[in-house]
Nanobody, 129 residues
Framework: VQLQASGGGLVQAGGSLRLSCAAS???????IGWFRQAPGKEREGVSC????????YYADSVKGRFTISRDNAKNMIYLQMNSLKPEDTAVYYC????????????????????????WGQGTLVTVSS
C-alpha cells in the first residue's frame, strides 16, 4: 500500500480545507487514519475510517469540525476540515495499519501511530489567526 496526502495550505481561522489521501494497492482491506504533528509536539491521531467507510472515529479536539470519508472506487480518502483554528496548524499524514482488527481494539489503540504500518508523506496545514 502506498499513500500520498495532499491539499494542505494556508487558511485563516474559521476557514476550511479538504485534505486528500491517494492510495494504491488493496486499500479496500485497510482502515485509514489521519494524523498530525505540530512543531515541537508528538504526532497525534485526528480521525480514522474503517475499510468499508461504515465506521468513523475522531479525536475530541476535532469532533464536530472534521469529517473523514473515503471513496474506495477512486482509492481516495478525504478529511474535510471546517472551522479551523490556529491550533490545527500541523503537518497532516494519512496512514494505514496492517492489522485488519485494529479498530476492534478500541479508541485507546485506534490513534496509536506506532500501530500504523504504511504512511504517506505529510501535507502542511497552516491556520492563521
Amino acid at each position: 500500500v502506498q499513500l500520498q496526502a495532499s491539499g494542505g495550505g494556508l487558511v485563516q481561522a474559521g476557514g476550511s480545507l479538504r485534505l486528500s489521501c491517494a492510495a494504491s494497492g488493496f486499500i479496500l482491506d485497510y482502515a485509514i487514519g489521519w494524523f498530525r504533528q505540530a512543531p515541537g509536539k508528538e504526532r497525534e491521531g485526528v480521525s480514522c475510517i474503517s475499510s468499508s467507510g461504515g465506521s468513523t472515529y475522531y479525536a475530541d479536539s476535532v469532533k464536530g469540525r472534521f469529517t473523514i470519508s473515503r471513496d474506495n472506487a477512486k482509492n481516495m480518502i478525504y478529511l474535510q476540515m471546517n472551522s479551523l483554528k490556529p491550533e490545527d496548524t500541523a503537518v497532516y499524514y494519512c496512514a494505514a495499519p496492517e492489522d485488519p482488527f485494529l479498530l476492534d481494539y478500541g479508541l485507546g489503540h485506534i490513534f496509536k501511530s506506532e500501530l500504523y504500518d504504511y504512511w504517506g508523506q505529510g501535507t502542511l496545514v497552516t491556520v492563521s489567526s
